[in-house]
Protein backbone atom coordinates (compact mmCIF):
# COMPACT_ATOMS: atom_id res chain seq x y z
CA UNK A 1 0.00 0.00 0.00
CA UNK A 2 0.59 3.69 -0.74
CA UNK A 3 0.79 5.47 2.82
CA UNK A 4 -0.13 9.02 2.79
CA UNK A 5 1.20 10.98 5.62
CA UNK A 6 -0.13 14.50 6.75
CA UNK A 7 1.19 16.77 8.63
CA UNK A 8 -0.14 19.06 11.37
CA UNK A 9 -2.65 16.41 12.34
CA UNK A 10 -4.02 19.92 13.96
CA UNK A 11 -3.71 23.39 13.63
CA UNK A 12 -4.96 26.62 14.59
CA UNK A 13 -4.94 30.08 12.73
CA UNK A 14 -6.58 33.11 12.38
CA UNK A 15 -9.03 35.19 9.70
CA UNK A 16 -6.38 35.69 6.67
CA UNK A 17 -3.70 33.69 7.71
CA UNK A 18 -1.63 31.72 5.52
CA UNK A 19 -2.34 27.81 5.80
CA UNK A 20 0.14 25.30 4.78
CA UNK A 21 -0.52 21.76 4.94
CA UNK A 22 1.34 18.71 4.07
CA UNK A 23 1.14 15.38 2.75
CA UNK A 24 3.83 13.12 1.50
CA UNK A 25 3.68 9.91 0.25
CA UNK A 26 5.96 7.07 0.78
CA UNK A 27 6.50 6.26 -2.68
CA UNK A 28 6.71 7.67 -6.01
CA UNK A 29 3.02 8.98 -7.03
CA UNK A 30 4.01 11.51 -9.75
CA UNK A 31 1.00 13.88 -9.53
CA UNK A 32 -1.64 11.88 -8.58
CA UNK A 33 -2.85 13.69 -5.17
CA UNK A 34 -6.00 15.14 -4.50
CA UNK A 35 -7.30 17.48 -1.44
CA UNK A 36 -10.32 17.46 -0.32
CA UNK A 37 -12.41 19.90 2.31
CA UNK A 38 -14.73 18.12 4.76
CA UNK A 39 -16.90 20.07 7.67
CA UNK A 40 -18.46 18.22 10.47
CA UNK A 41 -21.17 16.04 9.49
CA UNK A 42 -20.78 17.00 5.96
CA UNK A 43 -19.68 14.84 3.01
CA UNK A 44 -16.18 15.16 1.85
CA UNK A 45 -15.65 17.87 -1.04
CA UNK A 46 -12.84 18.12 -3.82
CA UNK A 47 -10.91 21.10 -3.79
CA UNK A 48 -7.94 19.97 -5.99
CA UNK A 49 -6.71 17.43 -8.25
CA UNK A 50 -3.57 16.62 -10.01
CA UNK A 51 -1.79 17.90 -7.50
CA UNK A 52 -2.26 21.51 -8.52
CA UNK A 53 -5.53 21.89 -10.30
CA UNK A 54 -8.65 23.75 -8.97
CA UNK A 55 -11.40 22.39 -8.71
CA UNK A 56 -14.23 23.89 -10.58
CA UNK A 57 -15.75 26.85 -8.44
CA UNK A 58 -13.43 26.45 -5.39
CA UNK A 59 -12.17 29.98 -4.32
CA UNK A 60 -8.50 30.86 -5.68
CA UNK A 61 -7.13 31.28 -2.12
CA UNK A 62 -6.85 27.77 -2.14
CA UNK A 63 -3.64 26.30 -3.88
CA UNK A 64 -1.93 23.03 -4.56
CA UNK A 65 2.01 22.37 -5.19
CA UNK A 66 4.45 19.23 -5.09
CA UNK A 67 5.14 16.14 -7.31
CA UNK A 68 6.78 12.30 -6.74
CA UNK A 69 6.14 12.47 -2.73
CA UNK A 70 6.04 15.45 -1.06
CA UNK A 71 3.01 17.53 -1.34
CA UNK A 72 1.38 20.51 -0.08
CA UNK A 73 -2.44 22.72 0.23
CA UNK A 74 -1.71 26.23 0.70
CA UNK A 75 -4.72 28.95 1.44
CA UNK A 76 -3.92 32.22 1.25
CA UNK A 77 -6.00 34.37 3.26
CA UNK A 78 -8.02 32.34 5.57
CA UNK A 79 -11.76 32.71 6.04
CA UNK A 80 -14.47 31.43 8.57
CA UNK A 81 -15.79 28.92 5.83
CA UNK A 82 -12.33 27.07 5.63
CA UNK A 83 -12.21 26.19 9.09
CA UNK A 84 -12.76 22.42 8.52
CA UNK A 85 -10.65 19.08 8.04
CA UNK A 86 -8.79 18.52 5.17
CA UNK A 87 -7.42 15.36 3.89
CA UNK A 88 -5.12 14.59 0.82
CA UNK A 89 -5.84 10.92 -1.63
CA UNK A 90 -2.98 9.31 -4.00
CA UNK A 91 -5.21 7.78 -7.09
CA UNK A 92 -1.75 6.61 -8.33
CA UNK A 93 -2.47 2.79 -7.40
CA UNK A 94 -5.85 1.72 -8.10
CA UNK A 95 -5.78 -0.95 -6.58
CA UNK A 96 -5.44 0.28 -3.16
CA UNK A 97 -6.46 3.98 -2.92
CA UNK A 98 -5.33 5.67 0.18
CA UNK A 99 -6.46 8.54 2.21
CA UNK A 100 -3.91 10.84 4.27
CA UNK A 101 -5.07 11.00 8.47
CA UNK A 102 -6.38 14.27 8.05
CA UNK A 103 -5.47 18.03 8.76
CA UNK A 104 -8.20 19.58 11.12
CA UNK A 105 -7.63 23.62 10.86
CA UNK A 106 -9.39 25.74 13.57
CA UNK A 107 -9.68 29.09 14.89
CA UNK A 108 -7.44 31.05 16.96
CA UNK B 1 -29.55 17.48 -10.31
CA UNK B 2 -26.20 15.82 -10.13
CA UNK B 3 -26.55 13.73 -6.87
CA UNK B 4 -25.88 10.82 -5.03
CA UNK B 5 -28.00 9.27 -2.43
CA UNK B 6 -27.05 6.12 0.15
CA UNK B 7 -29.36 4.01 1.88
CA UNK B 8 -29.47 0.78 3.63
CA UNK B 9 -27.64 1.86 6.43
CA UNK B 10 -28.71 1.15 10.63
CA UNK B 11 -28.09 -0.64 13.65
CA UNK B 12 -27.21 -4.38 13.24
CA UNK B 13 -25.58 -6.84 15.41
CA UNK B 14 -21.90 -8.09 15.23
CA UNK B 15 -22.12 -11.22 12.79
CA UNK B 16 -24.90 -9.84 10.56
CA UNK B 17 -25.47 -8.59 7.58
CA UNK B 18 -26.04 -5.65 5.27
CA UNK B 19 -26.81 -4.37 1.89
CA UNK B 20 -26.19 -0.36 1.45
CA UNK B 21 -27.56 1.48 -2.13
CA UNK B 22 -26.24 4.67 -3.73
CA UNK B 23 -28.84 5.67 -6.35
CA UNK B 24 -27.28 8.10 -8.63
CA UNK B 25 -29.27 10.97 -10.92
CA UNK B 26 -28.36 13.98 -13.36
CA UNK B 27 -24.97 12.21 -14.81
CA UNK B 28 -24.24 9.60 -17.50
CA UNK B 29 -23.65 6.92 -14.13
CA UNK B 30 -23.07 4.01 -16.72
CA UNK B 31 -19.68 5.96 -17.83
CA UNK B 32 -17.97 6.23 -14.25
CA UNK B 33 -16.31 4.06 -12.04
CA UNK B 34 -17.84 4.40 -8.86
CA UNK B 35 -17.13 3.62 -4.73
CA UNK B 36 -17.74 3.48 -1.35
CA UNK B 37 -15.73 4.87 0.92
CA UNK B 38 -16.33 4.82 4.73
CA UNK B 39 -15.27 7.14 7.97
CA UNK B 40 -15.69 5.85 11.40
CA UNK B 41 -16.54 8.33 14.36
CA UNK B 42 -14.08 10.71 14.62
CA UNK B 43 -11.72 9.10 12.38
CA UNK B 44 -10.21 9.96 8.99
CA UNK B 45 -11.66 8.47 5.47
CA UNK B 46 -10.97 4.86 4.30
CA UNK B 47 -11.41 3.91 0.99
CA UNK B 48 -13.41 0.98 0.70
CA UNK B 49 -14.10 -0.62 -2.85
CA UNK B 50 -14.36 0.63 -6.75
CA UNK B 51 -15.72 -0.98 -9.86
CA UNK B 52 -15.37 0.20 -12.87
CA UNK B 53 -18.07 1.28 -15.35
CA UNK B 54 -19.24 -1.71 -16.73
CA UNK B 55 -17.79 -3.67 -13.78
CA UNK B 56 -14.92 -5.24 -15.47
CA UNK B 57 -12.63 -4.22 -12.85
CA UNK B 58 -13.23 -4.61 -9.10
CA UNK B 59 -11.00 -3.51 -5.88
CA UNK B 60 -11.15 -3.53 -2.75
CA UNK B 61 -9.12 -2.26 0.50
CA UNK B 62 -7.41 -5.82 2.57
CA UNK B 63 -9.36 -4.46 5.65
CA UNK B 64 -12.24 -5.49 3.67
CA UNK B 65 -11.90 -7.91 1.48
CA UNK B 66 -13.74 -11.34 1.51
CA UNK B 67 -16.12 -9.98 3.12
CA UNK B 68 -17.47 -7.09 1.25
CA UNK B 69 -18.82 -7.20 -2.44
CA UNK B 70 -19.76 -4.01 -4.52
CA UNK B 71 -21.61 -4.40 -7.39
CA UNK B 72 -23.81 -2.12 -9.83
CA UNK B 73 -26.97 -1.84 -11.95
CA UNK B 74 -26.33 0.99 -14.63
CA UNK B 75 -29.99 0.41 -15.95
CA UNK B 76 -31.30 1.17 -12.20
CA UNK B 77 -28.23 3.79 -11.93
CA UNK B 78 -27.15 1.95 -8.64
CA UNK B 79 -24.08 0.53 -6.74
CA UNK B 80 -24.48 -1.43 -4.02
CA UNK B 81 -22.32 -2.55 -1.35
CA UNK B 82 -23.16 -5.91 0.38
CA UNK B 83 -21.19 -6.33 3.93
CA UNK B 84 -21.49 -9.68 6.02
CA UNK B 85 -20.09 -10.64 8.84
CA UNK B 86 -20.35 -7.15 10.42
CA UNK B 87 -17.37 -6.44 12.86
CA UNK B 88 -17.63 -3.45 15.45
CA UNK B 89 -14.72 -1.77 13.28
CA UNK B 90 -17.11 -1.67 10.42
CA UNK B 91 -19.36 1.20 12.70
CA UNK B 92 -18.87 4.15 10.07
CA UNK B 93 -20.25 6.32 7.82
CA UNK B 94 -20.49 4.67 4.03
CA UNK B 95 -20.53 7.24 1.35
CA UNK B 96 -21.28 6.34 -1.97
CA UNK B 97 -18.38 8.60 -3.81
CA UNK B 98 -17.94 9.05 -8.29
CA UNK B 99 -14.61 9.15 -9.34
CA UNK B 100 -12.74 9.12 -12.83
CA UNK B 101 -9.38 10.34 -11.13
CA UNK B 102 -10.78 11.85 -8.51
CA UNK B 103 -13.85 11.95 -6.22
CA UNK B 104 -15.87 14.41 -7.69
CA UNK B 105 -19.06 13.77 -6.38
CA UNK B 106 -19.88 12.40 -2.67
CA UNK B 107 -23.39 11.05 -1.33
CA UNK B 108 -24.28 11.99 1.97
CA UNK B 109 -23.87 8.82 3.61
CA UNK B 110 -25.50 6.55 5.60
CA UNK B 111 -24.73 5.42 8.85
CA UNK B 112 -24.07 1.84 9.95
CA UNK B 113 -23.74 0.85 13.31
CA UNK B 114 -22.55 -2.49 14.38
CA UNK B 115 -23.59 -2.95 18.14
CA UNK B 116 -25.06 -6.15 20.57
Known amino acids: DIQMTQSPSSLSAFVGDRVTISCQAS??????LNWYQQKPGKAPSLLIY???NLQTGVPSRFSGSGSETDFTLTITGLQPEDFATYFCQQHHDLRELTFGGGTKVEIK | EVQLVESGGGLVKPGESLRLSCVASGFPFSNYIMNWVRQAPGKGLEWVSS????????YYASSVKGRFTISRDNAKNSVYLQINSLRGEDTAVYYC?????????WGQGTLVTVSS
Open chain 1, 27 to 32: QDIGNY
Open chain 2, 51 to 58: ISSSSGYI
Open chain 1, 50 to 52: GAS
Open chain 2, 97 to 105: ARSGQRFDL
